[in-house]
C-alpha cells in the first residue's frame, strides 16, 4: 500500500480492487466503533454504485458492528423509475447492505415521489434531525460526487438536498457501470444531496476503483479545487481517505 496526502485530503493506494476494499471497510468500522464509545447511535450516509461492492460487502457482512445503532441514508436517486428498479439506488442498496445487516433505520429517498421538490425538502428535513457523522462515497467519471455533475455542482450550495439534470458522462457512465444496456435508458433527471450535505458530514471515505476513474482521480488530486472536478473539495475537509486501486491511480 502507498499513502500520501494532498492538500488535507488522505490518499491510499492498494494494488488490487479486492484490497482496496477490504482496508477500506476496515477503517470505516474502526471509525465506526471509535464513535459509538461516546455517542448512542451514528448517522451515516451510502453512495449506491458498482465501484462500492467490496466495502459494502465487507461492512454487510462484519458481526462485530452493531449496526442496531446506526442510521442510514442514501445520497441520491434517479426520478422517474419504477418502485422496483434494480437500478433505483434505494434498491441497490437495499440488496447489498440496507437488507443484510440489521441497522436501527433505513431512510429511502422516494423514487416515485410526483413532486421532487417536495421529497427534496422532506429528505433534508431527515438529514437535519440526523446530522451526518460517516459518508461512505465514490467518485464518477465526470469527477461528480452523489450526482453533482460538473454542471451543478455548487460548493455554496444553499440547498441540502435538489432536483438536478444528469450530463451525458454521468449518464453514460450508467451504461459503462452495466446498470442500464443504452443511454436513452437512463433517466435525464435526479434527486442529489448537494456538495456542502456531503462536506458537513464529520468523516468522509471515498473508495474509487477502476481504470474507468483513473482521468477523474487525476483531476481530483491534481486540477485546482473548483466545480469543473467537484471531488476536488475532498482535498478541504479534515478527515477525508481517497482508497484508490492499481487501475484508477494509473495516471498519477
Not at 442510514?72 to 445487516?101: C, R, T, V
Not at 421529497?119 to 461528480?144: Q, S
Not at 475532498?234 to 486501486?245: F, G, I, Q
Request: charged share 25%; aromatic share 8%.
Amino acid at each position: 500500500m502507498k499513502n500520501f496526502k494532498k492538500d488535507l485530503l488522505k490518499v491510499n493506494i492498494y494494488d488490487t480492487r479486492a484490497e482496496m476494499g477490504k482496508a477500506a471497510a476496515e477503517d470505516i468500522k474502526e471509525c465506526i466503533l471509535s464513535l459509538l464509545r461516546s455517542k448512542e447511535t451514528i448517522n451515516m450516509i451510502f453512495a449506491a454504485a458498482p465501484s462500492q461492492n467490496e466495502v459494502l460487502y465487507a461492512l454487510a457482512t462484519d458481526k462485530d458492528i452493531p449496526w442496531n445503532r446506526v442510521n442510514a441514508f442514501h445520497m441520491d436517486e434517479y426520478i422517474g423509475l419504477s418502485a422496483d428498479a434494480p437500478q433505483g439506488f434505494g434498491n441497490f442498496l437495499k440488496a447489498h447492505i440496507f437488507g443484510l445487516a440489521d441497522f436501527g433505520s433505513v431512510s429511502y429517498i422516494d423514487i416515485t415521489a410526483s413532486d421532487a421538490n417536495a421529497e427534496c425538502e422532506r429528505y433534508a428535513e431527515l438529514l437535519k434531525k440526523y446530522p451526518t457523522d460517516i459518508v461512505v462515497m465514490g467518485i464518477g467519471e465526470n469527477g461528480h460526487i452523489a450526482f453533482n455533475d460538473p454542471p451543478v455542482a455548487d460548493f455554496n450550495d444553499k440547498k441540502a438536498v435538489k432536483p438536478v439534470e444528469l450530463d451525458e458522462i454521468c449518464r453514460n457512465q450508467q451504461v459503462n457501470d452495466g446498470c442500464f444496456a443504452r443511454i436513452e435508458d437512463v433517466p435525464k433527471t435526479a434527486i442529489t444531496l448537494t456538495v456542502p450535505t456531503l462536506f458537513a458530514g464529520d468523516h468522509l471515505f471515498c473508495i474509487v476503483p477502476a481504470k474507468t476513474k483513473a482521468n477523474a482521480v487525476r483531476a481530483t488530486l491534481c486540477d485546482e479545487i473548483n466545480e469543473k472536478c467537484p471531488a476536488t473539495v475532498l482535498r478541504r475537509h479534515k478527515s477525508a481517505t481517497l482508497y484508490l486501486d492499481g487501475d484508477s491511480s494509473s495516471l498519477l
